[in-house]
């Protein structure tokens, strides 16, 4: 069962990652707001109720493994682990800024709770496949998390991963795709049309699910460790909205690499700041 107070915590942390990754972006001048809005419900769940991590030993053995595939939304990432507490939230107004550690794509250089640096598309889910093997192999019972965008699939090096996961038999392995059906200049049946998506995994060999994105309690459920069954890897289709929680950035291609400055972060702000649940 669900309670009440996950969902809050989880609804909140959603929250605070939308309005911290707007200031990161804007303050220093990076992009991809968009595709940090679109993931945020699903950063939230993990690091609010699912990640099996400690802020006080992010290298602890026993910890949940979690990689950003799609790296250019960064921010999300370092929201999130400075609200676990893996380092102090004011340190999130350096980002992307000279002589800050808090790069535009997420970096795991001296950043505590991140495992790989990524951005170049295509490569998250071979690491994670990589990890998940090694666990197995060598009998340790965490599970990998990968969060990959849409886009992404593109990458012929994501298929392989596809392929790889089922053979190993990696069910401690964890896929979430932020499925906003946006990537950088169209949508992403215009650019290489993915359907369907959800047959191809299946075909794959993938336990697979769909969700709506923004649902906590969707996402709560298909994520939980009781979800997973022997010998497949999970992957879980969360569609999204691209821009989700900015009326105007909502759907929007152009948010993509756009910066909110001026009237358009504050107007972004102020529509962000009265759905604080």
Known sequence: MITKEVLSTTQTLAWKIRCHALKMTSR????????????????????????????????????????????HAGAGVYASLAERGFFP????????????????????????????????LGMGLSVACGMALSAKLNKENHRVFC?????????????????????HKLDNLV??????????????????????FTDKWRAFGWNVSEVE?????????????????????KV????TIKGKGVSFMEKSVLWHYRTAKGDEFEKAL????????
């Open 28 to 71: 220093g001048g990076s992009s991809h707001i968009a595709s940090i809005l679109s993931m945020a419900d699903i950063m939230a769940v993990l690091y609010g109720s699912i990640l099996n991590v400690d802020p006080k030993n992010p290298k602890w053995e026993k910890r949940d493994r979690f990689i950003l595939s799609k790296g």
């Open 89 to 120: 939230v004011e340190k999130l107004m350096t980002h992307y800024q000279d002589g800050s550690d808090l790069s535009g794509h997420v970096s795991h250089k001296g950043i505590p709770g991140v495992e790989l640096s990524t951005g170049s």
């Open 213 to 233: 994105g923004h649902n906590h309690e969707q996402l709560i459920s298909e994520l939980k460790l009781d979800s997973k069954k022997e010998n497949q890897p």
């Open 175 to 196: 896929v979430v795709i932020d499925y906003n059906k946006i990537q950088s200049l169209t949508s992403t049946t215009e650019t290489l049309n993915l359907e369907p």
């Open 236 to 239: 879980v289709l969360a569609h």
């Open 147 to 167: 969060v990959m965008s849409d886009g992404e699939c593109d990458e012929g090096s994501v298929w392989e991963s596809i392929l790889f996961a089922p053979h």
């Open 270 to 277: 102020e529509e962000l700041e009265r759905q604080k649940p």
